[in-house]
């Protein structure tokens, strides 16, 4: 029997004055589970998550969290439940080293002072079980690469012991070995038991770490599918909203040319 959603939305909607840029969606999201969602550009994806995040109010529906009706008024109530997002920006200090990115807002404190040794401590713990490679917990984030930047900004979240991880666009901007270890850390996270819900314009990203992909097309949901028994063209076909277009036509000349 499958785990009850860690967190459920149910009918949410969301409108900016004359746009209507959420109707009826509904997505669940299960412990130890990577849920891709997918969608073009102004489908409502950041929206949702932006929703789930505090940072808009639905104006219709429920959002569930373990069962239960939730208001979530403000990003401190997400984080509260146990809701960490990661942003494309990342948000990190780049005149800050690990440690301090780590712990930013957060720091430990022992009286009135820095418990800087606890914190290096905990940092050094935390990347090791999540097996990310840094130089030091003491290197400034400047000097870190694109893929090590994303893992700390990941690891920040989970400083909190969050339950459910939303991942804004991980590897966008990154090459091919930074993206293989970022999608690792996914991987780690949903054996950890962790929710994550991963925004992705990248297929192949999909395809290699999501066990559910929901798609969203025009503020409303098109389709949820298992990534075992779907295949890209499916999934585009459902972004799209058609069976022909220019993806699956440059697919076809593609294999054309092959002949």
């Known amino acids: 029997m499958a785990a009850e959603p860690v ?6 909607s969301k409108r900016f004055g004359a746009v209507q840029a959420l109707t009826d969606v509904e997505l669940e999201v299960r412990p130890g589970e990577v849920v891709a969602l997918v969608g073009d550009n102004g489908a409502g994806k950041s929206t949702l998550v932006k929703t789930i995040a505090g940072v ?5 529906g429920v959002i569930e969290w373990e069962g239960r009706p939730v208001s979530i008024h403000r990003p ?7 809701v960490a997002t990661v ?9 800050l080293d690990v440690v301090g990115n780590l712990f930013l807002g957060r720091e430990m404190r022992h009286f009135t002072i820095l418990d800087e040794v606890g914190m290096e401590k905990r940092s050094r713990e935390l990347l090791s079980t999540l097996s990310i490679r840094i130089p030091s917990v003491r290197i400034p984030i400047a000097s870190l690469s694109g893929g090590q930047r994303q893992t700390v900004a990941i690891a920040r979240a989970l400083v909190g012991d969050p339950k459910v991880v939303i991942l804004d666009e991980p590897t966008a901007a990154l090459g091919v070995e930074q993206t293989a270890q970022v999608l690792d850390l996914v991987e780690r996270l949903r054996d950890r038991g962790l929710g994550v819900i991963l925004i992705s314009h990248n297929m192949a990203d999909v395809m ?7 798609v969203l097309r025009l503020g409303r949901n098109n389709g949820f599918f298992d990534r075992r028994y779907t295949n890209k063209e499916e999934i585009i076909s459902a972004i799209t909203g058609a069976t022909d277009n220019a993806v ?10 092959q002949l």
Do not use: F, K, M
């Open 76 to 82: 401190q109530d997400a984080q509260t439940l146990g």
């Open 87 to 95: 942003y494309q920006d990342l948000a990190l200090c780049d005149n």
């Open 56 to 60: 808009n109010q639905p104006d219709d």
């Open 208 to 214: 290699a770490v999501a066990d559910r992909i929901a």
């Open 248 to 257: 699956t036509r440059r697919q076809a000349r593609g294999s054309e040319g």
């Open 7 to 12: 967190l459920a939305l149910r009918g949410v």
